[in-house]
T-cell receptor
Framework: GESVGLHLPTLSVQEGDNSIINCAYSNSASDYFIWYKQESGKGPQFIIDIRSNMDKRQGQRVTVLLNKTVKHLSLQIAATQPGDSAVYFCAENYNNDMRFGAGTRLTVKP | NAGVTQTPKFQVLKTGQSMTLQCAQDMNHEYMSWYRQDPGMGLRLIHYSVGAGITDQGEVPNGYNVSRSTTEDFPLRLLSAAPSQTSVYFC???????????FGPGTRLTVL
């Protein structure tokens, strides 16, 4: 069946560097995508979303890029901070069916 | 606003026992859902509700029941717990199925 996946299970970056977390999705008809952050022992927290009629959306220190041609989604975090250490996962929605990826663990080194 | 609240935070059951995981939200959201999260896997939808009195099955509904008598509450019942139901359970709510979901803090369930 269709699935949402991530290219890398772990990512380690230096504090202050930019982070890029990638996500590949399988359903070309998906029309809504969300990035979530999950800290240890907590529930997922919304970071940013994007609809399929856009290819880029910016928030505070975060940018989501959507490439529908290759079915690829990325999350860019600028000036990564220790508080950004968490598991990040993407979700795709098609026809009110939201599917989640397994996640990438981001570790920020001081 | 408290957002989405879940109780209990932790629970240990023996095989065959039943229990109810509680979920409540104070954002007047119509859509509520239950997910389970297992190591190395994404969140999987168990059951969901698009409004009071309406529930439907998600991806992994077997062994679970839900009801939605009010907009605020969406309890998840395990009828006869099995070790395969050991997981972390998250409740979520949103203003619509294709909108941002707000998650509760989770319930860590262990079935022995």
């Amino acid at each position: 069946g269709e699935s949402v996946g991530l290219h890398l299970p772990t990512l380690s970056v230096q504090e202050g560097d930019n982070s890029i977390i990638n996500c590949a999705y399988s359903n070309s008809a998906s029309d809504y995508f969300i990035w979530y952050k999950q800290e240890s022992g907590k529930g997922p927290q919304f970071i940013i979303d994007i609809r399929s009629n856009m290819d880029k959306r910016q928030g505070q220190r975060v940018t989501v890029l959507l490439n529908k041609t290759v079915k690829h989604l990325s999350l860019q975090i600028a000036a990564t901070q220790p508080g950004d250490s968490a598991v990040y996962f993407c979700a795709e929605n098609y026809n009110n069916d939201m599917r989640f990826g397994a996640g990438t663990r981001l570790t920020v080194k001081p | 606003n408290a957002g989405v609240t879940q109780t209990p935070k932790f629970q240990v059951l023996k095989t065959g026992q039943s229990m109810t995981l509680q979920c409540a939200q104070d954002m007047n959201h119509e859509y509520m859902s239950w997910y389970r999260q297992d190591p190395g896997m994404g969140l999987r939808l168990i059951h969901y509700s698009v409004g009071a009195g309406i529930t439907d099955q998600g991806e992994v509904p077997n062994g679970y029941n839900v009801s939605r008598s009010t907009t605020e509450d969406f309890p998840l019942r395990l009828l006869s717990a099995a070790p395969s139901q050991t997981s972390v359970y998250f409740c979520a709510s949103s203003s619509g199925q294709a909108n941002e979901q707000f998650f509760g803090p989770g319930t860590r369930l262990t079935v022995l």
